[in-house]
């Protein structure tokens, strides 16, 4: 097994094998040799002998060269060389660990999701808000008031991580004009997956459809031809292709993750796909992100 803390060495002489025959005989363990050429080698070595392996050849046939650190030695000598990034890092981290009080996004699920906008209110009023400290006593509270809107029978208010769910379920005797008839498309795409549950599918998966356009209608046909008002009841999945630009200061793979993460959350869904593209400008640099992203979308679930 490769040692976490060690140097990459090559060894040039006529005879380079008998430099391991040499490093063993010493008690040095070599690992992943690679002969280079006819009078090469390249290994790797515990990083607290290569000075002892320098000694060694000294005043020798054989010529040694360090080409680099590996393994967690060359990624502290990165952070070491770096400190402003590490403390970044390190920072970054305490930030994930704080924001995991606050409330970054609240969602709203159930039967009862139409309530979104009144249920948004109600949390506001228990203390519940964005990027505000998520209180136990406020969603007890809220969660009290929520089950007082009309036909809801059942409430709840948790937190997991930074992201607040409401789920509200409605009374199976709402009236169905209060409930969604169709289900529409929640962006440009393919549409990847249907499900109807109840209605009529109006698309069929492969389908290029267009954001708010109808995938599902709130009626069914009988085999006579009768047509029969309802509420949809379904769900989809579409694939949607979705581009942004980014700023930096500097050309680097952390600052093309930035990139990748900014327009992720511009665009929304769950992330397939990435392509990124750097072009000098303006003392910096401009990506280009082309994100491939599925976005979920349902109707009285």
């Known amino acids: 097994m490769t040692p976490l803390f060690c140097d990459i060495l090559t060894i040039d002489s006529v005879a380079p094998l008998r430099a391991l025959d040499?490093?063993?005989?010493?008690?040095?363990?070599?690992?992943?040799?690679?002969?280079?050429?006819?009078?090469?080698?390249?290994?790797?070595?515990?990083?607290?002998?290569?000075?002892?392996?320098?000694?060694?050849?000294?005043g020798s046939c054989y010529t040694v060269t360090k080409i680099r650190s590996a393994g967690l030695k060359r990624l502290a000598e990165f952070f070491l060389r770096r400190m402003g990034i590490a403390v970044g890092v390190l920072l970054l981290l305490l930030l994930s660990f704080v924001s995991n009080f606050f409330v970054l996004k609240i969602e709203v699920i159930g039967s009862g999701?139409?309530?979104?906008?009144?249920?948004?209110?109600?949390?506001?009023?228990?203390?519940?808000?964005?990027?505000?400290?998520?209180?136990?006593?406020?969603?007890?509270?809220?969660?009290?008031e929520l089950l007082s809107l009309p036909g809801v029978v059942f409430a709840s208010v948790v937190k997991r991580g930074c992201v607040v769910t409401v789920t509200l379920e409605e009374s199976?005797?709402?009236?169905?004009?209060?409930?969604?008839?169709?289900?529409?498309?929640?962006?440009?795409?393919?549409?990847?997956?249907?499900?109807?549950?109840?209605?009529?599918?109006?698309?069929?998966?492969?389908?290029?459809?267009?954001?708010?356009?109808?995938?599902?209608?709130?009626?069914?046909?009988?085999?006579?031809?009768?047509?029969?008002?309802?509420?949809?009841?379904?769900?989809?999945?579409v694939l949607q292709s979705y581009s942004g630009k980014y700023f930096s200061k500097e050309l680097s793979e952390r600052a093309e993750s930035q990139a990748i993460a900014a327009v992720h959350l511009a665009a929304g869904g769950e992330l397939l796909e990435a392509q990124v593209k750097a072009k000098a400008a303006d003392g910096g640099f401009i990506y280009t992100v082309t994100l491939k992203v599925r976005i979920v979308s349902a109707v009285n679930l």
């Open 22 to 58: 040499k490093l063993s005989k010493k008690g040095i363990g070599v690992y992943k040799v690679q002969k280079m050429g006819p009078t090469r080698l390249k290994l790797r070595v515990k990083s607290k002998e290569t000075e002892k392996i320098f000694a060694i050849f000294s």
């Open 113 to 144: 999701a139409r309530y979104r906008e009144e249920a948004e209110e109600v949390l506001a009023k228990s203390g519940i808000d964005l990027f505000c400290v998520f209180r136990a006593d406020g969603a007890e509270t809220a969660r009290g």
């Open 172 to 237: 199976e005797e709402t009236q169905v004009p209060q409930r969604k008839t169709q289900l529409l498309a929640p962006c440009d795409g393919v549409l990847e997956e249907l499900t109807v549950f109840r209605g009529t599918a109006l698309a069929k998966e492969g389908d290029r459809v267009s954001a708010g356009q109808a995938l599902v209608g709130g009626y069914f046909e009988t085999e006579n031809g009768e047509t029969f008002q309802t509420f949809a009841v379904a769900r989809c999945s």
